[in-house]
């Protein structure tokens, strides 16, 4: 079953972890994939390995926090598939879980403008294009620690802004074609919280948020999250908009 035949869908984000595994399964569901990230090596990696599979793919080599870079990443979709149906809007950093008394500004501003900047820059260029079609769905990824604070200062602002943008977005476009939902990964293996980088977190602060949820589910999978990317992108959830969608194995379950 072709859930996303003949839509074009720009995965940010999708060199690795969460966004690769996205951009595979929407190709696989015959989506034509647009690819981009910082990293070029990494994009064409991606973008080869959805086209040896039968799967159509570009990559566009962007810096998401320069509003320029959104919009050509917006254009260049346009430009080589006639519009933009889909938006996931999952580039992102982690934080090292540093809270407010050991976080200086510029770490701030850093990770501000990664999880927060870039999906607000991302949509709205996209929103130009899916308006006059009066059809899209946007996604944006945030995270449990978005829901429940439990991350470090600076992603938890950043990853729970995306739950009011997403709601925000929801209302202005309610009924006019165009949806905004949100998935909010719980504790998932990807590049950004692989040991080596575990190993920079800041272990006290980590050690307390990680007494308020129960840490002895297993871990949910990429797979997981692209699939509940690809409910909200599909035509399957026509009828749902500005909704927060937690895939954690229910760690979190109040």
């Given at each position: 079953?072709?859930?996303?035949?003949?839509?074009?869908a720009?995965i940010?984000?999708?060199?690795?972890?969460?966004?690769k595994?996205t951009?595979?399964?929407?190709?696989?569901?015959?989506?034509?994939?647009?690819?981009?990230?910082?990293?070029?090596?990494?994009?064409?990696?991606?973008?080869a390995?959805?086209?040896?599979?039968?799967?159509?793919?570009?990559?566009?080599?962007a810096?998401?926090?320069?509003?320029?870079?959104?919009?050509?990443?917006?254009?260049?979709?346009?430009?080589?598939?006639?519009?933009?149906?889909?938006?996931?809007?999952?580039?992102?950093?982690?934080?090292k879980?540093?809270?407010?008394?050991r976080?200086?500004?510029?770490?701030?501003?850093?990770?501000i403008?990664?999880?927060q900047?870039?999906?607000?820059y991302?949509?709205?260029?996209?929103l130009?294009?899916?308006?006059p079609?009066?059809?899209?769905?946007i996604?944006?990824i945030s995270?449990?620690?978005?829901v429940?604070?439990?991350?470090?200062?600076?992603?938890?602002?950043?990853?729970?802004?995306?739950?009011?943008?997403?709601k925000?977005?929801?209302?202005?476009?309610?009924?006019?074609?165009?949806?905004?939902?949100?998935?909010?990964?719980?504790?998932?293996p990807?590049?950004?919280?692989?040991?080596?980088?575990?190993?920079?977190?800041?272990?006290?602060?980590a050690?307390?948020?990680?007494?308020?949820?129960?840490?002895?589910?297993?871990?949910?999978?990429t797979?997981?999250?692209?699939?509940?990317?690809?409910?909200?992108?599909?035509?399957?959830?026509?009828g749902?908009n500005?909704q927060?969608?937690?895939?954690d194995n229910g760690?979190?379950?109040?």
């Amino acid at each position: 079953m072709k859930r996303l035949k003949g839509k074009t869908a720009i995965i940010t984000g999708s060199n690795s972890g969460i966004g690769k595994t996205t951009a595979e399964i929407f190709a696989k569901e015959g989506a034509n994939v647009v690819l981009t990230a910082r990293r070029t090596g990494l994009l064409k990696e991606v973008e080869a390995r959805i086209k040896a599979n039968g799967g159509t793919a570009i990559s566009v080599t962007a810096d998401l926090t320069k509003r320029e870079d959104c919009d050509r990443v917006a254009e260049e979709a346009v430009k080589a598939f006639g519009g933009i149906d889909i938006l996931v809007n999952n580039a992102g950093i982690a934080d090292k879980h540093r809270p407010i008394t050991r976080t200086d500004d510029e770490w701030w501003r850093t990770v501000i403008a990664i999880n927060q900047d870039a999906v607000f820059y991302m949509t709205r260029a996209v929103l130009k294009y899916m308006e006059p079609a009066k059809t899209g769905s946007i996604i944006n990824i945030s995270s449990i620690g978005g829901v429940h604070g439990s991350a470090g200062i600076s992603y938890s602002a950043s990853k729970s802004a995306l739950l009011g943008m997403t709601k925000n977005i929801g209302i202005q476009f309610a009924g006019k074609g165009i949806r905004c939902n949100c998935v909010c990964p719980g504790p998932t293996p990807t590049p950004l919280n692989a040991p080596e980088q575990a190993a920079t977190f800041d272990t006290e602060f980590a050690d307390l948020c990680g007494k308020h949820f129960n840490i002895e589910v297993p871990p949910v999978t990429t797979e997981d999250q692209a699939y509940a990317c690809l409910y909200f992108a599909s035509d399957e959830s026509k009828g749902v908009n500005g909704q927060i969608l937690i895939v954690d194995n229910g760690a979190t379950i109040a």
